[in-house]
């Protein structure tokens, strides 16, 4: 049955999208709350575990608290505490000039960035799926995406902390809604326990094959947890459309910047970034592109 207060949001398909840019708008400013405080977070733990490997009969590594809520966020020049008003999506940003209140510091264009585009996926995934579970799932897989795709490209890491979530969600909603519906690809418990498996398998044999041939890693283990994880979303039929985009697009935009930079092939530019990429061009266009993969394999 449905909740009184979201029956207008399901009649009126203008609102809920609206409403969903709006919380886009909202979660992004989260958003950069997480890829800056995940990556200090894995290091933290990573010292305490060291310490205590390396001095295991002394007192534990006492670390100042630090989470996703503690501290309160902060100028990082003054240490100024951003109150709420002052995190206003975009809006703030604008208002204060693109400047700390207290100490006139230029805070980076990269923040209502990241808000305006949480806000404009958010707005697609409504736009596409329309009320109901399908949208809300999208929403989370878009907002998990953003937040892993500015990790990997700031620390080359991608995050058990925020993979393995993703991936429980693909194999449970596959149990949920075993048919995602008009507009996205059906998906079994099977299809998606198989797809999760295959993506993880894939893409850890081009890894060490990669390696026994170059004596050199070509991604991290984060990869294959990411694409496991759309294994379990869209199921292992999606895969090789996934791996596909991401590659063509990943060597082009490599070697532009490359060649830009004036670098040299052993730059490491993660994979990361154009694989969330081409997950969530499957997660709106899934359909369209199986169809015409496989009118493709038939016609071949």
């Known amino acids: 049955m449905s909740i009184e207060f979201l029956e207008p949001l399901a009649a009126i398909p203008a ?7 709006v919380l886009g708008l909202l979660v992004g400013s989260f958003l950069n709350v997480v890829v800056y405080r995940v990556p200090i977070m894995m290091d933290n733990a990573m010292r ?3 310490a205590e490997l390396a001095n295991p009969d002394g007192l534990p590594l006492e670390l100042p ?25 975009v809006i703030n940003w604008i208002a204060l000039g693109r400047k700390c209140a207290n100490c006139k510091t230029p805070i980076s264009a990269r923040y209502p960035l990241v808000e305006l585009f949480s806000g ?3 707005a697609v995934v409504a736009w596409h799926f329309g009320f109901g579970v399908l949208a809300f799932a ?19 890491y991608l995050p058990d902390q925020l993979t393995y979530p993703l991936l429980w969600m693909g194999l449970l909603l596959s149990t949920t809604q075993p048919v995602w519906g008009a507009g996205a690809m059906p998906v079994t418990p099977a299809d998606s326990i198989v797809g999760a498996a295959a993506g993880y ?6 890894y060490w094959i990669f390696k026994l041939i170059t004596k050199k890693e070509g991604m991290g ?18 895969l090789l459309p996934i791996i596909l985009i991401a590659s063509i697009v990943g060597s082009v935009v490599g070697f532009y910047v490359l060649y830009r930079q004036r670098k040299g092939m052993d730059t490491h530019i993660p994979f990361g970034p154009f694989l969330a990429g081409a997950g969530w061009l499957c997660l709106i266009f899934g359909p369209q592109i199986i169809e015409r ?5 038939a016609s071949g």
């Open 15 to 21: 609102l809920f999208i609206g409403s969903c840019a």
């Open 48 to 50: 305490e575990e060291c």
């Open 65 to 89: 608290a630090f989470n996703l809520i503690t501290p309160r966020s902060a100028c990082p020049k003054c240490r100024a505490p951003i109150t709420a008003l002052q995190n206003i999506p």
């Open 120 to 122: 404009l996926a958010s």
């Open 138 to 156: 999208g929403l989370l897989f878009t907002w998990f995406l953003i937040a892993l795709t500015l990790i990997d490209f700031d620390t080359h």
């Open 201 to 206: 398998l894939v893409l850890w044999s081009v």
């Open 221 to 238: 283990y984060g990869d294959f947890k990411l694409f496991a994880a759309f294994g379990a979303w869209f199921g292992w039929l999606m």
């Open 293 to 297: 993969y496989l009118a493709m394999s």
